[in-house]
């Protein structure tokens, strides 16, 4: 029995955690927050998750019902999402989707698939520790230092560690430091995002079924993306420049009533109000691109995620990748009949591809986000509209294809790519 350690107990890595124990291996996961089971998050952690509105979509889906976890309970961790709201000079434009193989995207309250996946993976004899922070790795040896609770220190050995431990991983930074020849990029968008949340959702007119977005007429200062979450509240995400009159470090009243009034004047002054105060206090957050020459280090530990391949949220795609990075390594084990020295290589051989596929995609979606022109939307229904007669010839809609398909991301970036040939005056989505 492979005796493996996961660093980093999110979702990416309880869901790796599900699929090792189906297969009897003995799997400790290293995580340093408190257990959600018995204690939820504290109320700044409640806050931040519920504000950032995270989307799971058919890849996302395959890959959790594919770990044996039933379609029904999945389903009651979020809301279907029908459809998506463009306000375009305070007029929406509604962009209705479609399922195609029964799967509609969800609305996902993090938490509550969290909660979900750590009851599952203790019921195959998972072993949680929590409240334990990583200190140091040791990829030779397969040791994990931590610091608990209590503050004493322990050391952790296994067969085989995992590392799903986010964008600043520390067993990433431990093949950064101890790997020849180990490439490893991190670079910044110009925009950051803050979060804001309002109560009482449908009395403002929002749906729950719907994800909103905002800016597209803003000539690339701004970049809005909004949600309803589990209590009913709507929580936005407000991307603007780190610096500027109008940016994430504007502190002046008169600016900020003037920003809100103009994108959110549909909502009643006390409202506007309450989202200005929220901006001035809340912390900014940076969106990340992380990139690394390989996901793993012989055949002793592996990268899956963020700790593998952070990137920005403007496709929707980064929890999406993890989860499919935990059943792509789980197909690699079957086939190999668990050699982790011919697994770990072929995971990166496969993924890496993936993960650059999609963060190229990220940043060529931030740049139409960014810089959107006034025919966008007539772009996207010529899009549509060819596709549907010209099925044979013309590139699919890829805002389908990422909200309703499991395609490769090497595959829609190159339908991407043939879609920006086909219309020479810019991107289509």
């Not at 007029?91 to 509550?112: G, H, Q, V």
């Not at 019921?123 to 790795?137: M, P, T």
């Not at 109000?273 to 957050?285: A, I, R």
Request: charge should be positive; proline fraction near 5%; include cysteine.
């Amino acid at each position: 029995m492979h005796e493996t350690i996961i660093v980093g107990g999110g979702l990416a890595g309880s869901l790796t955690a599900i699929y090792l124990a189906r297969r009897g291996y003995d799997v400790r996961v290293l995580e340093k927050r408190s257990d959600p089971l018995r204690s939820p998050s504290p109320a700044h952690e409640r806050t931040s998750s519920r504000a950032i509105g995270v989307s799971m979509n058919v890849r996302g889906m395959k890959a959790v019902l594919r770990a044996g976890i039933p379609a029904q309970e999945l389903a009651r961790c979020g809301e279907p999402i029908t459809g998506m709201a463009f306000c375009v000079g305070g007029k929406y434009k509604i962009r209705k989707l479609t399922p195609l193989e029964d799967l509609s995207p969800l609305s996902l309250n993090r938490l509550a698939f969290q909660q979900l996946l750590n009851q599952h993976a203790a019921l195959l004899g998972v072993k949680f520790h929590f409240d334990c922070k990583c200190i140091n790795v040791d990829l030779e040896k397969k040791s994990v230092l931590v610091q608990e609770g209590d503050g004493g220190f322990r050391h952790h050995r296994g067969d085989l560690i995992i590392g799903a431990d986010g964008a600043h991983s520390a067993v990433r930074q431990s093949m950064q430091s101890g790997l020849r020849r180990f490439e490893f990029k991190q670079t910044f968008f110009r925009h950051g995002y803050k979060t804001l949340v309002l109560p009482n959702a449908a009395e403002l007119g929002y749906r729950k079924d719907f994800l909103y977005f905002f800016g597209m007429d803003s000539k690339g200062l701004f970049a809005g993306r909004a949600a309803t979450i589990p209590d009913g509240s709507i929580s936005f995400a407000i991307c603007l420049p780190y610096q500027g009159a109008l940016s994430l470090a504007t502190q002046d009243g008169a600016t900020l009533r003037a920003f809100f009034n103009h994108y959110f004047g549909g909502l009643p002054p006390g409202r506007r109000q309450e989202m200005l105060d929220q901006f001035v206090t809340q912390p900014s957050n940076d969106l990340v691109n992380v990139r690394a020459s390989t996901f793993h280090h012989r055949g002793n530990a592996l990268l899956l995620g963020d700790a593998a391949h952070a990137t920005a949220p403007f496709l929707g795609q980064g929890m999406n990748m993890a989860l499919e990075d935990a059943s792509v390594f789980a197909t690699l084990l079957d086939q190999h009949a668990h050699d982790l020295d011919t697994v770990l290589p072929e995971f990166t051989r496969q993924r890496k591809v993936q993960a650059d596929a999609m963060q190229d995609m990220s940043i060529a979606n931030y740049e139409v986000l960014s810089h959107p022109s006034v025919i966008f939307f007539l772009r996207a229904q010529y899009a549509r509209y060819m596709h549907k007669k010209f099925p044979s010839l013309y590139p699919p809609d890829m805002a389908e294809k990422l909200y309703f398909d499991s395609v490769p991301y090497d595959e829609l970036r190159r339908l991407q790519r043939k879609q920006n040939v086909w219309y020479r005056l810019g991107r289509m989505n």
